[in-house]
């Protein structure tokens, strides 16, 4: 799950660019109050010559003097495991995109992949939104997916590995009597630990045909219920509605 880095990037291209202004925007670079303007400011006024970022260089910036776009590692975004990695990369990549030619002028984007073929790298080529509409409302209704499922995410949290496995495993195991396969995990997120607390995720997914509260009320059943056994009162569950 990690991609180039920004500052790696920044570190390397004086070598193939020996004249070039090279600056970088991104979390570091624009902590400070007025560091994210200035940086816009030098960009604009020609003080810099190639502008390294992540993706808030791609958001609503306009720029006369930009010819030449490249999206470094594309497959990273199309990989990414949430199942609107296909549509955030659409909209990333083609809104990076049009950061170059504006005012008239013809610009180049230059897309880093492994995959020039990926349905959705052609449709961002083609700007075929419609048909990456059309698939991935497809694949949603096909794998039960928003806007015809709606999902509840239960985060458990315990101090001790072992402990919060065997209680995602009987939460789970609890749910999955009422709910059936609308039930998924449990599994560890991609952050699986913050701070002294090891995480682990079980999603319930709700037909929108269904009574959403009913869904709610059952599950809080079932959450009073486990929290009642002794071994996992120690154990935190937190619930997220609509997960973004």
Known sequence: M????????????PIFFPDAKVARMDLDTTRNKYGHQQIINDFEDGKI?????TQMVTKGLDFDNVSLVGIMNADNM?????????????????QVSGRAGRKQKRGKVIIQTYSPYHPIILNVIDHDYRSMYVTELLDRRNFKYPPFYRLIELTLKHKKPETLNEAAKVMAEQLKKIFGKD?????YPLVSRISTFYLKNILLKTNKDHSFSKAKTQLQEQINLFKNIPEFKSVLVQIDVDPV
């Open 183 to 187: 039930i998924l995990g449990p599994e």
């Open 2 to 13: 990690h991609g180039f880095g920004t500052e790696k990037l920044e570190e390397e291209l």
């Open 78 to 94: 199309l990989s990414f495991p949430d199942f609107r990695a296909f549509e955030r990369s659409y909209q990333l990549m083609a």
């Open 49 to 53: 010559d190639v502008l390294v970022g």
